[in-house]
Nanobody, 122 residues
Framework: QVHLVEFGGGSVQAGGSLTLSCAAS????????MAWFRQAAGKQREWVSY???????NYAVSVKGRFTISKDNSKGTVYLQMNSLKPEDTGMYYC????????????????WGQGSRVNVSA
């Protein structure tokens, strides 16, 4: 059982920055993949970014160049640095883990955090 807790959401004006953190605990095996998803009101959950245990990263087109995912293995924590935020970045942000591979498809992930709200005003 893996327990994920997100931190760092909040409200910011367009063009601003926020950093989300996701702390993982409860597993003796480091997950292969840690990912961020987001869900705007009335919309489906969408993939934002992931990072593998080897440090390989990938980003959705909508955030590439503005968001940066990173991790601290010693702390079991993954981060999402979000710059140049836009109103369309508003939503609940969730971290998730997969033990064996990375995917952009939410149902592939087993463990999820409770979510952290990001609100970007125009």
């Amino acid at each position: 059982q893996v327990h994920l807790v997100e931190f760092g959401g909040g409200s910011v004006q367009a063009g601003g920055s926020l950093t989300l953190s996701c702390a993982a605990s409860g597993s003796t095996t480091r997950p292969y993949c840690m990912a961020w998803f987001r869900q705007a009101a009335g919309k489906q959950r969408e993939w934002v970014s992931y990072i593998t245990t080897y440090g390989t990263t990938n980003y959705a087109v909508s955030v590439k160049g503005r968001f940066t995912i990173s991790k601290d293995n010693s702390k079991g924590t993954v981060y999402l640095q979000m710059n140049s935020l836009k109103p369309e970045d508003t939503g609940m942000y969730y971290c998730a883990t997969h033990t064996t591979r990375c995917s952009t498809f939410p149902p592939d992930y087993t463990y999820w955090g409770q979510g952290s709200r990001v609100n970007v005003s125009a």
